[in-house]
């Protein structure tokens, strides 16, 4: 499964697993997953369009199914 979570900032990232909150941002769970748990930003807008909401900082991250 894919996660979507946005950072304190608004900048999107889609996650290959689920990240954990930081000060500002959204974070790789490395200790547990290494190196294998990546992240890609995403354009403006795109997490509205892929599930119809935006994200914000306070929400938690979502689990595409």
């Known amino acids: 499964m894919a996660w979507l979570a946005t950072d304190k900032n608004g900048t999107e990232?889609?996650?290959s697993h689920?990240?954990?909150?930081g000060k500002k941002e959204?974070?790789?769970d490395?200790?547990?997953l290494g190196s294998f748990c990546s992240s890609i930003s995403l354009p403006p807008g795109t997490i509205a369009k892929l599930i119809g909401r935006?994200?914000?900082?306070?929400d938690e991250?979502?689990?595409?199914?």
Do not use: A, Q
Not at 18 to 21: A, E, F, T, V
Not at 54 to 58: D, G, S, Y
């Open 26 to 28: 959204w974070n790789n």
């Open 61 to 65: 991250p979502y689990e595409l199914k």
């Open 18 to 21: 689920k990240p954990i909150k």
């Open 13 to 15: 990232y889609i996650y």
């Open 54 to 58: 935006e994200l914000t900082w306070e």
């Open 30 to 32: 490395t200790k547990t």
